[in-house]
Nanobody, 123 residues
Framework: QVQLSESGGGSVQAGGSLRLSCTASGGRVYSSSVMGWFRQAPGKEREFVAL????????LYADNVKGRFTISKDNAANTVYLQMNSLTTEDTAVYYC???????????????WGQGTQVTVAS
C-alpha cells in the first residue's frame, strides 16, 4: 500500500518561504491519481490548498493561496512539492499530502493521507 510522507515544514517569519515535499513509497502512484495538499489550523476544518494530476499536471489552487503557492511534481521521484512564498500568519497549520482519484478539492474524495507537517508563520 502506498504511504505518503511529508517533510519541509517548520517555522518562518511572515513574508518568508517554505517548500514542502510529499514522497510516495511502498507502491505505485497510478497515472490516474490526483495528489492534493490540504491544511488544518487549530479549531478549524481541514481545507484544500492545491492539487495536481499525476499524469497531466493539471493544477488547481485555492483562491487564498493563488499567486503565492506553487504545486509541482517529480514523477520519477514519486514526489509532489508545495512551494510557499509570501507566507502570512494565516498560513499557519498542519499541512497534509493526500492521494485520490478525483479532481476534487474535498478532503472526503482522498483516500490516502500523510501524517502531516507543521508550518508556523510568525508575525
Amino acid at each position: 500500500q502506498v504511504q505518503l510522507s511529508e517533510s519541509g515544514g517548520g517555522s518562518v517569519q511572515a513574508g518568508g518561504s517554505l517548500r514542502l515535499s510529499c514522497t510516495a513509497s511502498g507502491g505505485r502512484v497510478y497515472s490516474s491519481s490526483v495528489m492534493g495538499w490540504f491544511r488544518q489550523a487549530p479549531g478549524k476544518e481541514r481545507e484544500f490548498v492545491a492539487l495536481i494530476r499525476w499524469h497531466s499536471a493539471s493544477i488547481l489552487y485555492a483562491d487564498n493561496v493563488k499567486g503565492r503557492f506553487t504545486i509541482s511534481k517529480d514523477n520519477a521521484a514519486n514526489t509532489v512539492y508545495l512551494q510557499m512564498n509570501s507566507l502570512t500568519t494565516e498560513d499557519t497549520a498542519v499541512y497534509y499530502c493526500a492521494r485520490g482519484s478525483q479532481y476534487s478539492a474535498r478532503p472526503s474524495d482522498y483516500y490516502n493521507w500523510g501524517q502531516g507537517t507543521q508550518v508556523t508563520v510568525a508575525s
